[in-house]
């Protein structure tokens, strides 16, 4: 889940200080440490990731998959449907990608980064007044599906 590279880090202890579920602790050598008996604790923030000058946190990549495509749909601010209309546009393409064989995933935490973030919307280069609405990963599939889920029915009361 998240791995420290000892040979780039300078133990200042910045992730350690900002991981909020504290499953980052300093070990004896003063080098941060992640404990596998933590790891089920362990938000999947990237908080510790983020704040590291040297690069030296790895983690699992919660935000993007490891997907190695992303469409972004944004709208203009002032946009009549601008919360419709990003998630309409995505999902034709999220029918066509799969007709032709692509895996897609939606991406809340992509949007909220994008929302959230100064630097990582920069990195869209977005007109002025737009927003980011939608996020979808598409790439080719690390696995197939031989049939799809039955969920319990449901029963659901109108009054």
Known sequence: MIHIDKSRCTACGA?????????????????????????????????????????????NDVVFRNAPCMVVASTPKNAPCREADPWIALSYFDLLARANGLGTCWSGFAVHAFKSMRGVRRALNLPRGYEVGAVLLFGVPAVKYARVPHPRPMSVDIQ
């Open 15 to 59: 992730c350690v200080r900002d991981c909020v579920v504290h499953v980052l602790t300093k070990g004896d050598d003063g080098f941060p440490v992640f404990r596998k008996e933590n790891e089920r604790f362990c938000l999947n923030c990237q908080h510790c990731l983020a704040v590291c000058a040297r690069g030296a946190v790895t983690c």
